[in-house]
């Protein structure tokens, strides 16, 4: 059958189809021969459903409808499950934080305690009936009120929680040592995030299951430890980044200098924001390991003697921070500017792959775009052309990521694809702060956030003019969390753009830097300088307090339940535009935190981004409800 023209099935990637592809799994196992791992289902309120695949070939849900394997630990959360054997599971529960114990049949047993806490970064130490965690105690309402702490929760209905360490204010990675002497784990205190810097810390295990002091033995304050996983009694694999590239070390307990296994300048790593994140496993004596840039992640079979790697990953160009190993397969969660994320198997001794996660149901191939990475004037991006436009310049969305400290892969996105099959072009922008090209250009917006993220994107979009890819007068911006902070931060800081797109935006710095959660409390340090100190900087980049100055209208999304940006950020930058007669939209979804997990929030969304593209680049966009600015648009030029 042939396929359909682009012009013919513009309207074929709907929302919907969107809200059931791209999202992923987050984390993957192997256990008595099972491949578990947990994906999303956001046509069940956005819950995550752990499931296992059975040596029959078929997957079956683990987790009865209505349980959620989810937790809020520095709100961005951490792994939230384990398998324990005879099909059963231990997971932290989304609606109260708890750990649960469940038996493969009937009703998870709460293991834990109610209470003030949360629960992340679960891991299951051999030879002990516990499970142990980071746990996250709220005290009271403020950030303040929080600590956290490695805790043991038997495996029991009955049993008793029990600290194990306390030590940094911050936590992850707990790992007992093979003879059960000795625990590990990585830790931080503010006001370095864990990719400024990070501690290895290893301490003997008591008789009563308590650590004793510890000592580091690797990371600092400009050295980032982000996971660490035992060879032998005696030393550990870890990636870290001394040399300014996150590649694996060998680090002993015996006082010599860690020893990088094989110094390449690439990343083996990028940043936690989620506890409990693994980029290499252990294969028997050899490590699977995942290795590149933004611009291309592959998996590797690394032997720690010689340094050499055998690719293994196939044709996945972008491996996800979760990857599971034993003597004979790697299983990760891999894609290409093709394929979404599905959790892939690889044969170690045949290099056989299969995917064993339920195929998505995904559009035809001549509705995607085909991407292209580039650098303008050192700015990494991902170019994705239109597909179905009219000949000469296009319309252009520039997408800025999240964190700040994050990164945009260069693969299959049907929320790019969305808007590429309507005819406008999308510039993913990996700006001077992203992960995945080495400490020195995630370091470029050290002290500069409002100002290096701001002008590489508009050093993008006037290079896709250059180029002859791009309508000048038809250029927006659109971005998330922090990207939505560069996109209204373009808007008023220039005249580049033609509008905005903010998705949970912080539009203020200096008041998000008082409201926001502990993890985060400290984050603008290193972006824009301590406070009070530095208080010119934040009143100078603030989109608040500039919002005189915008290039063209804004549309502003928000979840009201978002303990990471308050709504008040997006109310209060809605207010100045519609003070200074700037044309605005502002949309609300209840039950949504920091991110949309629910199909229909989804499909609100997209249909209210894609009218609001139509209004500041006068296209028709008849597929989707109109969307109703505070004012009429005035025309460009």
């Not at 063209?552 to 303990?563: F, I, R, Y």
Request: aromatic residues 8%; charged residues 25%.
């Amino acid at each position: 059958m042939p396929e359909p023209s682009a012009a013919s099935a513009l309207s074929s990637i709907s929302p919907a189809d969107v809200a059931r592809v791209d999202d992923r799994p987050l984390w993957v196992e192997i256990h008595d021969g099972e491949v578990w791992w947990d994906e999303p289902r956001p046509q069940e309120g956005g819950r995550r459903c752990v499931v296992r695949r059975g040596s029959d070939g078929r997957t079956r849900d683990v987790l009865p409808p209505g349980w959620n394997a989810r937790n809020r630990v520095i709100e961005y959360g951490g792994r939230s499950w384990r398998p324990i054997g005879d099909g059963g599971l231990v997971f932290t529960n989304w609606a109260d934080q708890r750990i649960y114990r469940h038996s493969g049949d009937g009703t998870p047993v709460p293991l834990t305690p109610e209470g003030p806490y949360r629960y992340a970064d679960l891991y299951l130490p051999p030879g002990r009936a516990e499970v142990w965690a980071v746990r996250e105690t709220h005290h009271g309402t403020g950030r303040e009120d929080v600590r956290r702490d490695l805790v043991a929760v038997p495996l029991r209905p009955d049993g008793e929680v029990r600290p194990i360490a306390r030590a940094q204010h911050f936590l992850m990675n707990p790992r007992l040592s093979p003879d059960g002497r000795t625990i590990a784990w990585i830790g931080w205190d503010h006001p370095r995030m864990p990719w400024d810097g990070t501690e290895l810390c290893v301490a003997p295990l008591g008789e009563d299951g308590t650590a004793g002091p510890y000592r580091v033995v690797a990371g600092g304050p400009r050295e980032s430890v982000i996971q660490a996983e035992w060879r032998d009694p005696g030393g550990l694999y870890a990636i870290t980044d001394p040399d300014g590239w996150w590649n694996v070390h060998l680090v002993g307990l015996d006082g010599e200098p860690p020893r990088n296994l094989a110094p390449l300048p690439l990343e083996f790593g990028d940043a936690p924001w989620k506890l409990g994140g693994t980029w290499f496993a252990l294969a028997g004596d050899r490590l699977v390991a995942m290795y590149g840039t933004a611009d291309g992640r592959h998996l590797g079979l690394l032997d720690p003697e010689t340094g050499e790697i055998t690719e293994i990953g196939g044709t996945a160009t972008y491996w996800a921070p979760t990857i599971a190993a034993d003597a004979t397969r790697a299983v990760g969660v891999a894609a290409s500017p093709y394929t979404p994320f599905e959790v892939t198997e690889i044969g170690l001794r045949d290099g056989a792959r299969s995917v064993l996660s339920p195929a998505k149901r995904l559009p035809v191939r001549a509705l995607l775009p085909t991407p292209e990475a580039v650098t303008i004037e050192g700015v990494h991006a991902h170019v994705y052309p239109p597909r179905g436009a009219a000949a000469g310049p296009s319309p252009y969305v520039l997408f800025v990521h999240g964190g700040p400290t994050g990164v945009s892969p260069l693969t299959l996105d049907l929320e790019i694809a969305y808007f590429t099959s309507r005819g406008i072009g999308v510039a993913d922008v990996n700006y001077g702060g992203s992960t995945g090209y080495g400490r020195a250009y995630r370091e470029r917006l050290r002290d500069q956030w409002g100002v290096v993220d701001v002008r590489d994107c508009a050093q993008v979009a006037v290079g896709l003019v250059a180029s002859g890819r791009a309508d000048a007068s038809r250029i927006a911006i659109r971005g998330g969390s922090a990207g939505g902070w560069t996109a209204l931060a373009a808007l008023v800081h220039g005249d580049v753009f033609c509008g905005a797109v903010a998705h949970y935006a912080i539009t203020d710095p200096e008041s998000w830097a008082a409201e926001t959660h502990d993890f985060e409390s400290r984050y603008l340090d290193g972006l824009i300088g301590p406070l009070p100190a530095t208080r010119e900087r934040y009143l100078a980049r603030s989109p608040l307090l500039h919002a005189d100055r915008a290039s063209g209208p804004a549309l502003l999304l928000h979840g009201l339940e978002d303990a990471i940006v308050d709504p008040a950020q997006a109310e209060r930058f809605v207010r100045e535009l519609d003070r200074n007669g700037t044309p605005w939209a502002y949309r609300t979804f209840p039950g949504e935190q920091h991110g949309w997990r629910r199909e229909e929030t989804i499909v609100a969304v997209l249909e209210a981004e894609l009218a609001f593209y139509g209004l500041v680049f006068g296209i028709p966009t008849p597929e989707v409800p109109p969307l109703e600015l505070s004012r009429p648009i005035t025309p460009r030029g």
